[in-house]
């Protein structure tokens, strides 16, 4: 199987701006193994640029010819280096395994394409009335709002009294364990389906304490896991201490330890939600695949982008459908 690259720059609709950090851009790279596609996201937090990616890329070895022998294949990627990258080896080798079955991967995996949660559309961190003004124009009836600042309650106020919409937060590990636990009862009141990643990545004692003290005072805001949930062996330790993780596939290293994630906090009793980073549509159709496994959807990232090089998921408002083409089922525009 012949492995190659293309390093893309993506324009965005609107400048993207989350407790992490903002960006007009984002600079991806495009992996082709023989026929399949797949996509590593260049995402500064975790540590990954385009030049990381290329980096990666070019130590990996001759994958050998079988696309069948998919496990075999990814345990010669090395271990080492860009996560992004191996995910986006991951979504190919899926990508041409479909491809040279004739057949999509949701068949494949056993789903069915037509049981896909609706996607929540993001409106990223700004003036509070211009976040209400990005609700009101989306139209969206789910909307995800980053939160993590001084005025995350005038955010939050500003876009409730402009929209309807069903909402959901994400913190991005912005919060203190106090600021979490008075925020979020407060937050609750302008009615919020959940809260994603309130505190640091790596806290997951205070994960457990925040959860213990909310559900002591009868809150019942479901607490998801997203920054400090990379892999399957992210979950048990996760077991009890949210209700939920977020499953993406640049951090499960693609859908391989994507399909292991699911199950794996489904044996723990937990929930989840399917989502993705600034990606075109060879990252979240892949991703999307695996959404009739979920109970949140968080897929909006080829709507962020101007440029984008495929096609693939579609979206009508907030439903979305599969392509049913071989595959992730992407096609070039
Ligand atoms: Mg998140």
Redesign the pocket.
Known sequence: MNLTWEPITLDLKTTFRIAHGSSDQRFNVLVHLDEGVGEAPAVAYYGETQQVILDYLKTVPDLGDDPFDIDATLAKLPTHGSRAARAAIDVALHDLWGKRLGQPLYRLFGLNPLHLPQTTFTIAMDEPEIMAERAKESGYPLLKIKLGGEQDEAMVAAIRRATDARLRV?A?AGWTRSQALELIPRLAGYGLELV??PLAKDDIEGLRWLKDKLHAQGSTVPI?A??SAQTSRDVAKLAGAVDGI?VKTMKTLGLRDGLRTIHTARAHDMQIML?CMVETSVGVTAAAHLAPLCDYV?LDGPLLIKNDPYQGLRYNGANLTLPDAPGIGVTRN
Do not use: A, G, T
């Open positions: 994400d991005n994603e990643q998801f997203d920054e977020v989502s968080d």
